[in-house]
Nanobody, 122 residues
Framework: QVQLVESGGGLVQAGGSLRLSCAAS????????MGWFRQAPGKEREFAAG???????VYADSVKGRFTISTDSAENTMYLQMNSLKPEDTALYYC????????????????WGQGTQVTVSS
């Protein structure tokens, strides 16, 4: 059974930074494509960033150049460093383990954490 636990969210002013963490058990990051998704109130869950087993990363255009995904294999933890945050980055952020299909679709992921809230004030 795979368990994912996100942490690190909070309230930050526009232009600030946060680092989200995703601790995984039951599956290592070396065997999966892992993604970060986010969901704002009233909106669909959307892909933000992802990383495959070899370290290749993919970013949504909306976060490219501001967000960086990384992993710590020893701790089996994935991070999302978010810089230059904007009010439109406000959302509940989830980490997830890819199963099959498009990496950009939440339907392609079979395990999800509970989410961590990020709020960016203007």
């Amino acid at each position: 059974q795979v368990q994912l636990v996100e942490s690190g969210g909070g309230l930050v002013q526009a232009g600030g930074s946060l680092r989200l963490s995703c601790a995984a058990s039951g599956r290592t990051f070396s065997s999966s494509f892992m993604g970060w998704f986010r969901q704002a109130p009233g909106k669909e869950r959307e892909f933000a960033a992802g990383r495959d087993w070899s370290g290749n990363t993919v970013y949504a255009d909306s976060v490219k150049g501001r967000f960086t995904i990384s992993t710590d294999s020893a701790e089996n933890t994935m991070y999302l460093q978010m810089n230059s945050l904007k009010p439109e980055d406000t959302a509940l952020y989830y980490c997830s383990a890819h199963s099959r299909g498009s990496i950009y679709s939440p339907k392609s992921y079979d395990y999800w954490g509970q989410g961590t809230q990020v709020t960016v004030s203007s």
